[in-house]
């Protein structure tokens, strides 16, 4: 379906990018983004203020995720059958006030409770914002909107920890206070946002019946391994041991974060042209491309003795994910009817939130055996093996 009152994106009298709909989406993007990103730069200090153990900080991460491992399927599956807007406004008003809340807090094991209630809010909302380019556009207005929605994803993560940061200066629990935003964002999605909503046309077994009929398609499974894999190199290979070449290399942590955020701001530039980009190469084609980037990204690695060379492999991974996420998206999006597209989507971001979590610890196994440079190598070979996987699977 395209959006209301439009036709071919070159008919129309406004770019995409001005339609208040699709902005709201950019919003609800951000701000899932805030959860993850934000509050890290502030976790010395949280250490130390609070008393705990560098090992415990890490549960400010994990409480927030799990949530969604349990419930985004879940809520994906309501956000069909009752609504896209009953489950997003909601969650972006819990979002907000658990998240607030933690800036309040002063005890740890409350600190984790109020994340946990944040992380439910938390849970639908990447998946509804896809969900909802799907249902609003259709062809290359859609993939154009993904790229564009990828691309707000990679400019905050290339920016919030910065913002994070800045605010830790003032006391540790400054960056907590930013998902306050989500609450603006949920009353103006409340007044404002206009979507199509599916309708409940079928009981509950019926619908999980037809949407698992749909799932287990070749090109949807396909599909979700891309996702899975993408995931597994950004997470086990790059994001874990990337700091480390780095710091092999003399460089401080802000400059180690410096060059990384060149692949946030890569990927955010490219999925910005995908609409152009979709006229040479289709979004299949762009899926099998951006793994041979991958796979030429973390084999460079190795090789680099100069710092600042390193952001040749780092564009070159950012290139890839600019290409690759916007389509897997986009290709998802189409090959999920609306009444299902919710389904499909919580299913997507439960298998990425999977990667996110295999990526590290296999590519721990691979390091303790063939130390940094085998996890590079190992996370190219995977790269080459999941490109023929795509040419099989995504035809």
């Known amino acids: 379906m395209k959006s209301a009152g439009k036709s071919d994106q070159g008919k129309n009298q406004k770019p995409i990018y001005l339609d208040t709909n699709l902005q709201i989406v950019f919003a609800v993007t951000l701000i899932s983004v805030i959860g993850f990103v934000s509050i890290t730069p502030a976790f010395p200090s949280v250490i130390e203020e609070l008393n705990i153990s560098p090992q415990d900080v890490g549960l400010l991460i994990s409480v927030f995720t799990f949530p969604g491992i349990l419930l985004t399927f879940a809520l994906g599956v309501l956000a069909d059958r009752i609504g896209r807007k009953k489950i997003l406004i909601p969650s972006l008003m819990l979002f907000g ?31 509804l914002s896809i969900t909802i380019i799907g249902d609003l556009y259709s062809g290359r207005e859609r993939t154009t909107a993904m790229g564009y929605d990828v691309s707000v994803l ?24 930013l998902p306050i935003i ?52 950004l997470f086990g290979s790059y994001l874990t041991y990337f ?20 692949r946030s701001l890569a990927a955010a530039f490219t999925s910005l042209q995908l609409g152009k980009i979709t006229r040479i190469l289709s979004e299949k084609n762009l899926i099998k491309v951006a793994f041979i980037l991958y796979a030429l990204a973390l084999v460079i690695i190795p090789f ?17 994910h600019g290409i690759n996420e916007p389509s897997f998206h986009t290709l998802l999006s189409e090959l999920a009817p609306m009444k299902h597209r919710a389904a499909f989507m919580s299913v997507n971001q439960t298998v990425i939130r999977l990667g996110q979590t295999l990526g590290p610890v296999l590519m721990g196994l691979i390091f303790a055996i063939w130390g940094i440079n085998g996890a590079f190598y190992a996370g190219a070979c995977f790269a080459i093996v999941i490109f023929a996987l795509a040419v099989i699977m995504i035809k």
């Open 243 to 262: 700091p480390l070449v780095g710091d092999s290399l003399g460089a401080s942590p802000f400059i180690i974060g410096l060059i990384m955020s060149g």
């Open 154 to 177: 990679n400019i905050s993560a290339a920016s919030f920890p910065s913002i994070g940061g800045a605010l830790a200066l003032l006391g540790w629990y400054y960056p907590f206070f």
């Open 304 to 320: 680099v003795s100069n710092l600042w060379v390193l952001l040749i492999p780092t564009i070159i991974f950012g290139i890839a």
């Open 182 to 233: 989500a609450i603006p964002v949920g009353l103006l999605a409340l007044f404002s946002l206009r979507i199509p909503e599916p309708k409940k046309e079928k009981r509950l077994q019926e619908y999980l019946s037809d949407a698992w009929q749909s799932i287990k398609n070749r090109q949807v499974v396909g599909l979700f391994v891309v996702s899975t894999a993408t995931f597994i190199i």
């Open 97 to 127: 006030i658990a998240g607030a809340a933690c800036g309040l807090a002063r005890d740890f094991n409350l600190l984790l409770v109020l994340r946990f209630l944040q992380g439910i809010g938390a849970a639908p909302l990447l998946s």
